[in-house]
């Protein structure tokens, strides 16, 4: 069992930077992908980021990639998403969300959510 508590949204500028983290419990945490996930008002779900469990491997949505940054700290049972020119159409309620599946970017591959943390960037 994992749970996730997401923290650090809130409103910035566009252009702007912002940088959310989530906590895990558990003792496994570095067993497990992680990965942001966001949804815009009216919008499905949507896989942002994504870290391997073990090697750090990172893959990226095409929307943010060059301006995202996923990374973590296995030490800290912690993943985070720095994110960088943020954009209007990145405003969103962002989730944090664990896998055992190897590089999975699908919703239903991710065995576990956090609540959700709200990101809004204004023009």
Do not use: H
């Not at 996930?37 to 990172?58: D, L």
């Amino acid at each position: 069992q994992v749970q996730l508590v997401e923290s650090g949204g809130g409103l910035v500028q566009a252009g702007g930077s912002l940088r959310v983290s989530c906590a895990a419990s558990g003792r496994t945490f570095n067993s497990y992908r992680m990965a942001w996930f966001r949804q815009a008002p009216g919008k499905e779900r949507s896989f942002v980021a994504g870290v391997s469990a073990s090697s750090g491997r990172t893959n990226y949505a095409d929307s943010v990639r060059g301006r995202f940054t996923i990374s973590r700290d296995n030490a800290k049972n912690t993943v985070y998403l720095q994110m960088n020119r943020l954009k209007p159409e990145d405003t969103a309620v962002y989730y944090c969300a664990a896998s055992t599946v190897f590089g999975a970017t699908r919703e239903a591959s991710y065995q576990y959510w956090g609540q959700g943390t709200q990101v809004t960037v204004s023009s």
